[in-house]
């Protein structure tokens, strides 16, 4: 892994570099947005010039799972308006790109100046993002730096029901069966003449050449049918 990131032209350890006062084997390069992909991914220019595709470490904002794919727009907008235009600071881990060649990177809205959980939650956009429920934590090794924070920021989202915490919580919407029982009251067979309620397991056999439907208890039974001995309707 370390071998093909030296063979790639361009290698960011020759980017103009800063670091941590505390710890000076981490690479952190400045650089301006240019471009919002999504919540978790941004074209920076960096200082040399030189641009490139930065995925954030740690975060996953959502996008895949319909339930939650409102929240992967609202990350993108969200991210949008925070970062577009704006000077970060990336500080990168132990692997520095991913497979598809993007730049890895925790993005500081300002130069950190230390690694501390405070700090973390004042000035990262990463973590941002999940304490305001844009983002699940998503750990890949060895990029493992701040993930026991991250984690710990998921949890305080989550109780809180922030953002996508708070749609998985809420009842999935009515579905269409359920719709139809509040407009169809009753079910009736009209080969048997036996007539149900349409959550009835009985109903839900009828074949539908035989399906009748009723509004009222009183219709099935002037049309001459029987209520179903099951689910007394
Ligand atoms: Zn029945």
């Not at 400045?30 to 991914?41: E, L, N, P, Q, S």
């Not at 930065?54 to 319909?66: N, Q």
């Amino acid at each position: 892994m370390k071998g093909q990131i030296e063979n790639k032209p361009g290698v960011v350890e020759k980017s103009p570099v800063t670091a941590l006062p505390e710890d000076k084997g981490t690479p952190v390069l400045k650089a301006t947005v240019i471009y919002i992909v999504d919540g978790d991914t941004i074209h920076v220019r960096l200082e040399n010039g030189r641009k490139e595709k930065v995925r954030f470490i740690g975060v996953d904002t959502p996008e895949s799972t319909r339930i939650v794919e409102l929240y992967g727009k609202e990350a993108a907008a969200y991210t949008r308006k925070e970062l577009t235009d704006r000077t970060v600071y990336l500080e990168l881990d132990v692997a520095q790109r991913d497979k598809y060649g993007r730049l890895l990177a925790y993005v500081w809205l300002m130069p950190p100046r230390e690694n501390s959980k405070t700090e973390v939650r004042k000035a990262m956009f990463n973590a941002t993002l999940l304490l305001i429920g844009l983002a699940q934590v998503m750990t890949v090794p060895p990029n493992v730096k701040y993930a026991d924070i991250f984690v710990e920021f998921q949890k305080e989202a989550r109780e809180a029901e922030k953002g996508l915490w708070g749609t998985i919580k809420t009842p999935a919407p009515v579905s269409i069966s359920n719709k139809a029982s509040t407009e169809t009251k009753y079910i009736g067979n009209s080969n048997s003449k036996k007539f149900h309620r349409p959550d009835c397991q009985w109903a839900q056999k009828i074949a539908p050449r035989n399906r009748v439907e009723f509004g009222k208890r009183e219709e099935a039974i002037k049309a001459g049918y029987q209520p179903c001995k099951t689910c007394k309707p």
